[in-house]
């Protein structure tokens, strides 16, 4: 069941495309992580989601078990974190509960109490949001985008800032909602390994573009462990994995001779002794963790070399 | 969303601001610190202590000078910078801090928001136009005297409050239209005092020209120099309360169209 489809959505600013013709689909129940390099367009393509700024081209659809709704009524049914944690600095951090709270209509203040105990602040706290910490802004953003019970989060970066039990403890509350309260969750964040934990389908978007959707399962399936093997010929190579390995999903074959072994069973030895066998040389072989990190990272394009500056 | 969450959200953001409280204080103490001078140099001038000005003759009776400093005190500077504050930290702020990207992700209308905005900072200007003439009436009934007050008098003083709150509309209105532009504190603050500075520009080169003359009645057309008009105390003829009712109207209607317009149609950060 669809949550959230975007149709093409474009931003042009001046004469630079921040958002290239972007399709996604969230489903609901999804935590969908959507990640790229800074500058891909991540957080335009979520202002223009979250109604902050308008689409140069394009459209989008938020639904309500399976019925489109209006924006502006789909919307309210959004909390969201966009950018930078917004606060009203002068104000402490139920007094910006009470505003936005207010500002939607909403009037249960012990509601509002809860949610800032949940995410780890004093509701009785005269501090003024302007001397909280970085990590303490983050918190009382995310409490504000739960005002309302949404049934969609949009989130950019919530745990930026945090100190590791915060992003522990901000993890295991979005799962929570994720799971208890069938809150669908959008979010997108520097920190793969973290969002690896929880993800359950990825973006990967890159000059504007949204250059790959992947589940979290087809994700867990690429980054197995395996045994990375390097052959003298690949064409020699190929009738001897097919013999050896009947099902097409335990190797991959890559550039440079390189071929990817997942079988968890096989050895070193093995594998070295079947392709000499058939007359392959192996030049090269090692077993390798898989890492959705690593992983994902390959999908970004690979970590960018520092050797000119060594 | 309904309107009245805004103007309920916007209220308690007054409510809560120390600023709404802080600013009328530093009026008091402005207009306080006047009278107090005015009061001794009047004192000195009646020991003889001083040589008053012969060219101004306001100075020397009590009375007529509580009726000038009752009549012209909403068209003091005070009260027009204090506007510009209000406008600045009310307006501005919420865009830099990010909460009008929150009420917006909330499903808020833009034009609802706009006019929550615009009716609660009508109402502080309301109030606080009032409140300089109550100031201002309790210190000069307190330093000077108001003896012989007519009922027609107070008719010019009931119409004078009138017009002020009017003009002070228009006020607000361009300030909020540059409020809305800037969208940052410091640079609305900016724009509205050179707004200002020009608007006193014009107020000097129309006091150079003959009354009633083209010339001067096109430089009049600014609602700071048509405040000091509100503070007259007799009858307007026709042409001037055309320009007291149309100019006014001309600025908020304008104003208002170009602040709903481009916080319409620009993204907000």
């Known amino acids: 069941m669809k949550a959230i489809t975007t149709n093409k959505l474009t931003k042009v600013y001046k004469d630079a495309k921040v958002v290239d013709e972007v399709s996604l689909t969230l489903n609901k129940g999804d935590i969908y992580g959507l990640i790229g390099r800074n500058g891909a367009g991540k957080t335009t393509l979520l202002r223009m ?31 969201s974190l966009i950018d930078f944690p917004s606060y009203d600095p002068s104000f402490t951090a139920y007094e910006n509960m009470k505003f936005t709270a207010t500002s939607i209509g909403i009037k249960d203040d012990e509601r509002l109490k809860k949610l800032l105990i949940c995410v780890g602040l004093d509701p009785e706290d005269n501090k003024k949001a302007k001397n909280f910490s970085l990590g303490m802004k983050q918190r009382l953003a995310i409490a504000m985008a739960l005002i309302g019970n949404p049934k969609i989060l949009i ?114 030895s093995h594998i070295e002794d079947t392709f000499n066998m058939g007359g392959v040389k192996v030049t090269e072989v090692a077993k390798c963790d898989g890492n959705l990190e690593e992983q994902l990272i390959s999908m970004l394009g690979g970590p960018k070399s520092h050797d000119e500056i060594f | 969303m309904k309107f009245s969450n805004y103007l309920k959200a916007d209220f308690y953001k007054l409510k809560r601001s120390n600023w709404i409280w802080i600013m009328p204080l530093i009026l008091f103490g402005v207009v306080l610190l006047l009278y107090v001078l005015l009061f001794i140099l009047m004192k000195l ?72 905005k615009f009716i609660m900072l009508s109402g502080v200007t309301v109030v606080y136009t009032i409140g300089t003439f109550i100031l201002s009436a309790i210190l000069s009934l307190c330093f000077f005297n108001l003896n012989g007050f007519t009922a027609l008098e107070f008719g010019y003083l009931i119409r004078s409050i009138v017009l002020s709150i009017y003009i002070n509309l228009s006020i607000i209105s361009i300030y909020m239209m540059l409020a809305y532009l800037v969208r940052n504190m410091g640079g609305t603050i900016g724009a509205c005092i050179g707004t200002y500075v020009v608007g006193s520009l014009f107020s000097t080169v129309a006091a150079l020209f003959q009354e009633g003359t083209p010339v001067a009645e096109i430089f009049n057309c600014v609602p700071s120099r048509l405040l000091t008009f509100a503070g007259f105390a007799g009858e307007y003829d026709l042409a001037k309360t055309l320009e007291l009712i149309f100019v006014p109207l001309f600025f908020i209607v304008v104003c208002n169209i170009v602040s709903i317009f481009t916080f319409k149609n620009r993204d907000v950060k």
Do not use: W
């Open chain 2, 45 to 116: 001038y009646e020991t003889g202590e001083v040589e008053p000005d012969p060219t101004n003759t306001l100075i020397l009776e009590a009375s007529a000078l509580g009726r000038s400093l009752l009549f012209t005190a909403p068209s003091e500077s005070n009260l027009t910078i204090l506007l510009m504050v209000a406008c600045a930290i009310f307006v501005s702020s919420e865009f830099k801090s990010g909460m009008t990207k929150i009420r917006l992700s909330r499903g808020a209308n833009k034009v609802g928001l706009y006019f929550s």
């Open chain 1, 155 to 268: 989130l950019d970066e919530p745990v930026n800032g945090m100190d590791p039990t915060g992003i522990y403890e901000i993890r295991e509350l979005l799962m929570d909602l994720n799971r208890k309260c069938d809150v669908t969750i959008l979010i997108s964040s520097h920190l793969l390994a973290e969002l690896t934990k929880m993800a359950t389908c990825y973006g990967i978007m890159s000059n504007g573009k949204l250059v790959r959707e992947i589940r979290g399962e087809e994700l867990n399936e690429m980054s197995r462990p395996f045994i990375r093997v390097v052959v003298d010929d690949i064409k020699k190579a190929v009738p001897i994995l097919a013999q050896t390995f009947a099902n097409g999903n335990d190797f991959q074959i890559l550039p440079g001779n390189t071929i990817h072994i997942f079988k968890e069973d096989e050895t070193i």
């Open chain 1, 49 to 79: 989601i979250t109604g902050v700024a308008k689409p140069t081209s394009g459209s989008l659809s938020i639904y309500d078990d399976e019925l489109e709704l209006p924006q502006d009524e789909a919307l309210k049914r959004i909390g």
